[in-house]
């Protein structure tokens, strides 16, 4: 049967999901300069060893836990969509949605990873973690569309999603009263809807 991890893979889910949850919940509890390895490995209940053959920082850790989640919302979106609306407004409406709707995490997680240079270096990176569930509720959707097509499709909606981003967090502000602490401007549902927009034609004659 294929399809179905194993008892093995699953522990190693599991796992890594822990230790993701441990790590941003510590982080927004603590910020996430107070956060140490031993803290998260201590928390999610796993030795410091064994998180380091998960994640390599702890700046990877916090960030895998708000990824996650948004490609998770991604593809419930997509997938749930009304079967009759046209693959470049589902796919785009749903991006947007998953940075617009926190989903599951706070909303003040974003913020963080904002205003945090470690954080945002690595999260912008871990986007890429959309592409594979975006393939695959993109397949769901449309089960005529072959897989190669649809990966494609979805590491270009990736690659805008990461170029949004940066635009977003490039384009920081610096109250005067708060000295070192910076806020991104500009609108991120905006910047993301204008960067997915020129890949609408090729979404929706794959839809079709």
Not at 47 to 55: A, G, K, L, Q
């Amino acid at each position: 049967m294929t399809g179905v991890p194993g008892l093995r893979e699953r522990k190693k889910q599991a796992t890594r999901q822990a230790l993701q949850s441990a790590a941003l919940r510590l982080a927004l509890e603590r910020g996430p300069d107070n956060v140490r390895v031993e803290d998260i490995a201590e928390a999610a209940g796993v030795s410091p060893r064994t998180y380091n053959n998960y994640f390599s920082s702890r700046e990877q850790a916090i960030v895998a836990a708000v990824a996650a989640d948004r490609a998770a919302h991604l593809a419930a979106s997509v997938t749930g969509r009304p079967a009759g609306t046209g693959l470049a407004d589902t796919v785009i409406d749903a991006v947007v949605a998953s940075y617009t709707d926190p989903g599951d995490q706070p909303r003040d997680a974003l913020l963080m990873i904002a205003t945090s240079p470690g954080l945002r270096a690595c999260y912008v990176e871990a986007v890429t973690t959309i592409e594979d569930t975006l393939a695959g509720a993109v397949t769901a959707r449309c089960p005529g569309l072959d897989p190669p097509t649809a990966e494609v499709l979805s590491a270009a909606v990736g690659a805008a999603t990461r170029i949004a981003l940066r635009r977003w967090l490039q384009a920081t502000a610096v109250p005067p009263s708060m000295p070192g602490f910076v806020v991104p401007s500009g609108s991120l549902p905006e910047l993301i809807r204008t960067a997915l927009t020129p890949l609408a034609p090729a979404l929706d004659a794959a839809g079709r």
